[in-house]
């Protein structure tokens, strides 16, 4: 069965930069949409960008857009997120996770639902 393995979080100040990296285990991506998600302490996990396979077409929360890039690696396996201009508000467990690419839908970032596989997680924390 597809695993998803997170990489890439740690420790930044803030205005720092961290790239996030989701890799396929036991499988390939081929046909997810790839989402990233984060919970932070007490709260709900909420939905911070997706890509479409088949097009690449992405999606961002109102909150990340213009700090954080979201894109696939040429072999399509790999996912990551570059995170720039990072701010303590962006302290959070990260999670990436697959959902069936519905093209021509652009993917879904608001309905956790629709996502079929999970990471375990990778912790960032933004902190002087």
């Known amino acids: 069965q597809l695993q998803l393995v997170e990489s890439g979080g740690g420790l930044v100040q803030p205005g720092g930069s961290l790239t996030l990296s989701c890799v396929a285990s036991?499988?390939?991506?081929?046909?997810?949409?790839i989402g990233w998600f984060r919970q932070a302490p007490g709260k709900e996990r909420e939905g911070v960008s997706c890509?479409?396979?088949?097009?690449?077409?992405?999606n961002y929360a109102d909150s990340v857009k213009g700090r954080f890039t979201v894109s696939r690696k040429d072999d399509k396996n790999t996912v990551y997120l570059q995170m720039n201009s990072l701010k303590p508000e962006d302290t959070a467990v990260y999670f990436c996770?697959?959902?069936?690419?519905?093209?021509?839908?652009?993917?879904?970032?608001?309905?956790?639902?629709?996502?079929?596989?999970w990471g375990q997680g990778t912790q960032v924390t933004v902190s002087s």
């Open positions: 996770a697959g959902a069936w690419d519905r093209y021509p839908d652009i993917c879904p970032l608001l309905d956790k639902g629709k996502y079929v596989t």
């Open positions: 036991g499988g390939t991506l081929a046909n997810y949409a």
């Open positions: 890509i479409n396979y088949y097009t690449d077409t992405t």
